[in-house]
Every structure is written in C-alpha cells, then in structure tokens.
C-alpha cells in the first residue's frame, strides 16, 4: 500500500505543520513516511506545497501522481490538479485555517481524532483554538480516502539536517559557527536549542569569512568546531579553507548545496558544487568529502568527519543539497557513530609553509619535505578510510547493469529499482574515492542518475577508474527539483541491457 498527499497553500498558511503533524501521527502507526518541500523564496505569498507519501513498506521519495491535494488556497487546486490520480480526492475549504483540513484529512484516513489531539499536545502552542478548528473539518468530513491501521514497527522521522545535528552533538561538537543561508540554516537552529544541555556554543557571525576563521582559531585551541554553509557561502570561505590544509587545522564543514551559480534558485535543490568540494581552495593538501543519501548517514558520516580531521589535522566536507536537508525520511535503524579523541596541539600555526619550530620558512628542502609530508598524510587517510564502509550496494549484486550515484538521489533510485534487474552502487567516500568501486563497475552497462547538468561524480569516476560514462548513460536532473521514482522507474528502464 502507498498513498500520497499534497499540501498546498501560500507561504504562511501552514503547509509544513500539517504535513509535520500527519507524518509524526502515522510514524507512530508504524507507517513509513516521506515528505519533501517545495517553497519559493519569499516570507509570505508566492507557493508552497509540500508532498508526503507514506507506506506500509519502506519508501524514501514520491512519485508524481497524486491521492488527495489538501488545497489552503484556491491556485493551489489549478496548479496540482493535472498530478491527481484518476478517483483522487481534494479538500479545500475558503477563509479556513489549516488545522480545519488537519481535522477533515485525519478523518478521511480513518485515523481517531485522539490521535491529531495527541499531536496538538505536542505542538505545545494554541491548544484549545486548534482543537476547536480541527473538530469542525472532523465533523464535516464524510469520505474515505485510506484507512490507517496501526502496524508494530519502531521507527523514527527526521530530515538531514537534523541528522548533521545530531552526529554532530554525538561527535562531543563544542562550538558551531555559521552566517545564514538554505539550506544550511536550520542546523543553527537544530544545534542552538541543544546547546545548553551538550554544553557546547552556537554563534551566528555576521558573513562567511568570518566564520570560518573564527573556527580556525576554535579549532587551533583544540575545541572540536564545525562550519555550516552552502554553496555561496563556501566561495567565500575558500582562501581559509588553504590556510587549515597548509596549517593542518582539523575542522569539519557542512555544504548543503543548491543550485547555482551565484544565487541561482536559492530554494531549490541540486548537486552541482561536487566539483566545488573537491577543488576548491588554492595549493595542493588532503581533505575528505563524504556524501550521506539519507539523515542515519548524515549523523553517521558527521561522527566519521570528526574522526578523521581530529586525527588527522585536515578539513572534511560533509556534502548535502536541499533535498536532503529538509526532506524528512523514515528509518528503523541506529546509526553507527565512530568517536574521537580531541587533537589539541600546541605549537605555532602559521599560513606560511614552515620549519620544524612553526616559523615561516623559503628553504627549498623544507618546503620540499612539507609538501611530501602532506601527500604521505593523504595516503593515510586513503587507507584509514578503507576500514570504514565508503559505498553501499543495493538491488541485485550480480547485475549487468549498475546504477552509479550519490547522496540524496539515494532514495528516489531505491524505489525506482525495486522491479528492476540491477545493482545500484551508493558513493559515501567522495575524497578519498573508494579503489574497490573500479571491481564492481568495471565491464557492466553503468548507469549514471545525478541532479546536475554536467555529471560530475562521472568524471570522478572518470578520473579515479579511468572508466568513462557514456552521455547517453547518464540520467541528469538540473531544474532545481528532486527526482520522482515512477519517473526514474522509465528511465533508468530505458537505459538497461
């Protein structure tokens, strides 16, 4: 069973509460639940809607035909109609509030109104109004669109974000800086309610440039640091980002993308700053970027950034988009956290290439040897890397053909193989790039599905296997929305051997 609804309405009328509240009561139904978010860059007006799926089987992305359009503005209707299915129901109801639809949609669903009053306790704000709005849409509802039954499983629903956040806080984080930008900003927020009981500081500066080096002095102290941006942001951040790869600063970075250049569709999602990650920063020095495709793998490969740059003394990107970052996912699982021991050195840290004693340094056999000692450290890292789990493969191992990907394409492509003879290889590890990928990929049909115009984690593959993708294998998403799995179903099906 699978059933999808879409909530739509202009900014400020509650779209994201009621999919928030929906999702949470049916979680603890033992649904599977997705909900994704699509928001234009305004405060008030404009077009909001948001998309949530839910299954009695795993699910990690929707699909493009729509069940029930709950609409709390009349465009809403005219702008999503054409996506209902055949036999599709819609809600709609003028001047109301949107717990008034909260009330017919938990009514449609078969699902107790003590229910949507246990999750307007949880709300914790406006309790008697809400209930008050939300018995007037119960009463007056009379279809059935779907009807709920509780299920035993023990899940959990949470975005990205939240995932950063807490394998962050689990990594013993002791100071965040950040300068706003989405779709990072949330994480601010996220780490600032927790501050106080994890004993760690969240400040907002007032750019970028700021930021990341007021973390490098965090870091030089031996405070484990952390910097959130996104693409904008992280252009700015550049020329430090040289000064903690000559310095050896070990500081973790959190680029949630979205799509460029410059502003571009400052809401929207994509992973076009693949490229970015990797290059950016002048000189040559090791750095990691780890790619997670769901939040248990933001907390997880968070926890595995802070491993590596306390040990280690380097930066390590941890790369997202929108989609993942607010997206919100199911799971039924404990992410695995790595700990580690702070790295406080105390000696000279310098942007010059230095001597033995930190002071900057011209002689051609220094410098010479530090280069060296830094290409030996990224050979290190290569190996340390290997003990950790750096792809995932799903679907069917022994597959001809191989769906190649990373990040949050994740969940769109496992619900689009379900019914397909492949084998879908995950990049967790972008720098280092795991060797053991060539073996898996090498001679098969190789699929490419990633949300940019130019197919950059082909030429990583490209560059690290020296096996090309062709562009009539590639599936590339560059309008600034998420893959839908019905969609992909056709054409990674098309593309098959």
Avoid: W
């Amino acid at each position: 069973m699978k059933f999808t609804i879409l909530f739509g309405g202009k900014a400020g009328q509650g779209s994201n509460v009621l999919s928030t509240i929906l999702g949470s009561a049916l979680i603890k139904k033992g649904y599977y639940v997705f909900v994704s978010r699509d928001y234009q860059s305004i405060i008030r007006g404009g077009h909001n809607f948001n998309v949530l799926t839910f299954s009695d089987a795993p699910i990690y992305s929707n699909n493009s035909e729509i069940d029930l359009i709950i609409s709390l503005d009349e465009s809403t209707i005219s702008l999503h109609k054409k996506e209902l299915k055949k036999g599709g129901n819609i809600i709609s109801g003028e001047g109301k509030g949107n717990m008034y639809f909260a009330g017919r949609l938990f009514k449609m669903l078969c699902l107790d109104f003590k229910v949507l009053e246990e999750e307007f306790k949880e709300l914790g704000k406006n309790f008697a109004e809400n209930m008050k709005e939300a018995k007037e849409g119960y009463d007056e509802e009379k279809k059935t669109a779907c009807k709920i039954v509780s299920n035993k499983s023990k899940l959990t629903f949470s975005n990205g974000n939240r995932g950063i956040s807490k394998g962050a806080i689990k990594s013993g984080l002791d100071v965040y800086f950040a300068y706003p930008m989405t779709p990072a900003t949330n994480v601010i927020s996220e780490l600032a309610e927790k501050q106080i009981e994890n004993n760690l500081i969240v400040l907002e500066l007032e750019s970028e440039i700021a930021v990341i080096n007021a973390a490098i002095g965090s870091a030089i102290t031996g405070a484990k640091t952390m910097i959130g941006t996104s693409g904008g942001g992280f252009d700015l951040m550049t020329e430090s980002l040289s000064l903690t790869g000559v310095a050896e600063v070990p500081l973790v970075i959190y680029l949630a993308s979205r799509p460029g250049p410059s502003t571009g569709v400052a809401t929207y999602t994509g992973q076009g700053d693949l490229d970015l990650a990797r290059h950016s920063g002048h000189g040559e020095f090791p750095r990691m970027v780890l790619a997670p495709g769901n939040p248990e793998e933001a907390e997880e490969l968070t926890s595995q950034a802070f491993y590596f740059t306390q040990k280690f003394g380097i930066p390590a990107i941890i790369l997202s988009d929108k989609h993942l970052a607010e997206s919100f996912y199911t799971s039924d699982k404990t992410p695995v956290i790595i700990s580690s021991k702070k790295s406080t050195l105390l000696k000279r840290y310098n942007s010059y290439e230095t001597d033995e004693f930190g002071c900057a340094t011209e002689n051609a056999e220094r410098i010479k040897r530090n280069v060296e000692e830094r290409l030996k450290k990224g050979r290190e890292i290569e190996k340390e890397a290997e003990k950790f789990k750096q792809f995932n493969i799903y679907g069917n191992k022994n597959s001809k053909n191989v769906v190649v990907s990373f990040g949050s394409t994740k969940g769109a492509i496992l619900d689009a193989i379900k019914d397909l003879d492949v084998k879908f290889i995950q990049i967790l590890h972008i720098e280092p790039f795991p060797s053991k990928v060539k073996k898996e990929i090498e001679g098969k049909n190789i699929v490419l599905v990633e949300n940019s115009a130019t197919g950059q984690l082909g030429k990583v593959i490209a560059e690290k296997t020296g096996i090309i993708i062709p562009e009539n294998s590639r599936i590339l998403r560059y309008d600034g929305r998420p893959f839908l799995h019905d969609e992909l179903n056709k054409e990674i099906r098309g593309k098959l051997k």
